[in-house]
C-alpha cells in the first residue's frame, strides 16, 4: 500500500535514527582509515565539553566510540568519562543506555565497582533488557571482557523466570 499525507511520526522517527546510525558508523569508519581515530574522538569530545548545550545523545555517542575503541588511552578515557558524567547528569539518571555507557567507560579505565555500580542503575531502569544483564556480567569477569553483548532490543528479553541477583537487586 501507499502512505498517503505525511508520514507517521514513528516512521520519521525511524528514519531519523537510522540516518544518524548511517553517519555515526561512516564517520567512525573514516576516522579509522584516516587512523589516530582515538585522537580525534577525544578532541571531538572536548570540544563538545566545551559547549553549554550539547545534547546528551551526542555526548553519550562520542563518550561510547572513545570506550569502545582498541586501545583508547587513559587521557581519552578521562574525556569519555566527563562526557558520559554530562550525559547522565543531563538525562537525570534515567535514561539505562547512558547510564550502561557510563559503565563502560568506567570499566575500560579499570574502575569496575564503580562500572557494576552504573550498570545496576541502568539494570534497574530497564529490569527485561538481557543486554544490561550481560554487561554486568562483562564487569563481573563471568563473560569475556572481550565479548560485547548485542545492543539493547537486538537481542531476545529476559524471560520473566529468569532471575537477576545483584546488590540489592532482585528481578
Do not use: C, K
Not at 15 to 21: F, H, K, Q, S, T
Not at 34 to 55: F, K, S, T, V
Not at 72 to 98: G, M, T
Not at 140 to 145: F, K, L, M, V
Amino acid at each position: 500500500s501507499v502512505l498517503t499525507g505525511p508520514a507517521p511520526r514513528w516512521l520519521r522517527l525511524a528514519d531519523a535514527a537510522l540516518v544518524v546510525l548511517l553517519s555515526a558508523s561512516l564517520t567512525a569508519a573514516g576516522l579509522e582509515l584516516a587512523g589516530g581515530a582515538d585522537r580525534l574522538l577525544a578532541r571531538r569530545g572536548e570540544r563538545l565539553l566545551q559547549l553549554a548545550g550539547a545534547p546528551p545523545g551526542v555526548l553519550n555517542d562520542t563518550a561510547w566510540m572513545i570506550a569502545i575503541s582498541e586501545a583508547p588511552s587513559q587521557p581519552h578515557l578521562e574525556v569519555a568519562l566527563r562526557l558520559a558524567e554530562r550525559a547522565v547528569n543531563l538525562s537525570d539518571r534515567r535514561d539505562a543506555n547512558i547510564l550502561d555507557t557510563l559503565a563502560e567507560v568506567l570499566f575500560r579505565a579499570g574502575r569496575q565497582a564503580d562500572a557494576l555500580s552504573a550498570i545496576d542503575e541502568a539494570i534497574l531502569l530497564q529490569p527485561g533488557e538481557r543486554y544490561f544483564h550481560e554487561q554486568r556480567q562483562r564487569f563481573t569477569g563471568a563473560r569475556s571482557e572481550d565479548d560485547r553483548p548485542l545492543p539493547p532490543g537486538f537481542g531476545p528479553p529476559l524471560l520473566p523466570r529468569e532471575d537477576f541477583e545483584g546488590p540489592g537487586i532482585r528481578v
